[in-house]
């Protein structure tokens, strides 16, 4: 009778290791991904921004923070994102709701919408570059034929901000629609006839049933909107610099000046680690406002 159980238990035994054997196959390269590419380099950069002369302490992140350039930096990041990710969701939800109508070329529409996602964000501020210049521009072709004056746009410490935001706004939109369009087709209809059926319009069911039903889909946008803006490093980079007088100076391309052009490693490092800590601040406050019940 034993050698019967033991006989048993030994093609379990097989099973459950070759089951480990899979998961260790399918995952093994995406867990050492992530400790060569994440947790490596942030235990290097956490290291580095504490090394001083003599020894560890917190002497790079205090001169960081005496810097008005590195405070300016922050300034201009948190204003960008607070004004840019609740744009972009917004519009991201409204070009959702159209296109998931019953509407003429909707499938065209979808397609336009997403094409600006296909270009490199290098390229797309190129263009924007070129269509933003205060004499040629194509912009102030459009407004001079309104009737309305040439704008300086990306010359102007108070437009070139608000033209990076543009920038960023028209490359990365179509992207998250395509996520919330998904989620629109994951609501059962049979909630919006109940509520029809209760007397609720269009706009009642948009928020009693669309948005709630919604939310998990505009949660996982909003994180990674906020954590991709927080890094956006091209349009500065190639078209402004971190100008007019510090006005598109974001938090990413003062790290890129303090390690490249200043060769400060254990000021970029220090640079680095309050960045992630501000991503994460406002990813726990996302979570927060928008966990469901």
């Known amino acids: 009778m034993s050698d019967g159980i ?21 995952l093994g390269p995406a867990l050492l991904a992530l400790v060569a590419f994440r947790i490596i380099p942030t235990a290097i950069a956490i290291a580095q921004s504490l090394g001083t002369r003599d020894g560890l302490g917190f002497a790079n992140y205090v001169s960081l ?11 201009v990041t948190l204003l ?32 336009a919408i997403f094409l600006p996602v296909a270009a490199p964000l290098a390229v797309a501020s190129l263009v924007w570059g070129i269509a933003m ?15 309305i004056p040439a704008q300086p746009w990306l010359t102007s410490a108070d437009q070139s901000l608000l033209s990076i935001m543009i920038i960023v706004t028209w490359a990365g939109v179509g992207y998250w629609t395509v996520f919330l369009i998904a989620g629109l087709k994951e609501i059962p209809e049979d909630l919006y ?12 069911c948009l928020f009693v049933v669309t948005l709630p039903m919604l939310k998990r889909t505009i949660l996982f946008v909003l ?5 991709g803006n927080f890094l956006i490093f091209a349009p500065v980079q190639i078209l402004t ?19 490249f052009s200043f060769a400060d490693i254990a000021a970029a490092s220090a640079g680095v680690v309050i960045l992630v ?17």
Do not use: C, H
């Open 6 to 26: 033991r006989a048993s238990r030994l093609p379990m035994r097989r099973n459950q290791w070759l089951l480990l054997l899979a998961i260790a196959g399918f």
């Open 65 to 75: 923070f005496e810097s008005p350039t590195f405070l300016n930096s922050v300034y």
């Open 133 to 147: 210049r205060p004499s040629d521009g194509a912009l102030n072709a459009i407004l001079a034929y309104l009737n």
């Open 223 to 227: 994180v990674a909107n906020t954590v």
């Open 241 to 259: 610099r971190g100008g007019p007088q510090g006005s598109t100076n974001l938090f990413i391309y003062e790290i890129y000046q303090l390690g």
């Open 193 to 204: 006839e109940a509520a029809t059926i209760d007397g609720a319009g269009w706009w009642k």
């Open 277 to 293: 800590s501000l991503m994460l601040v406002f990813v726990a406050l996302q979570f927060r406002l928008l966990r469901s019940g």
């Open 80 to 111: 960008f994102n607070l004004i840019v990710n609740p744009v972009q969701i917004v519009i991201a939800i409204a070009l959702a709701l159209l296109l998931n109508q019953t509407i003429p070329a909707r499938t065209l529409g979808r397609i």
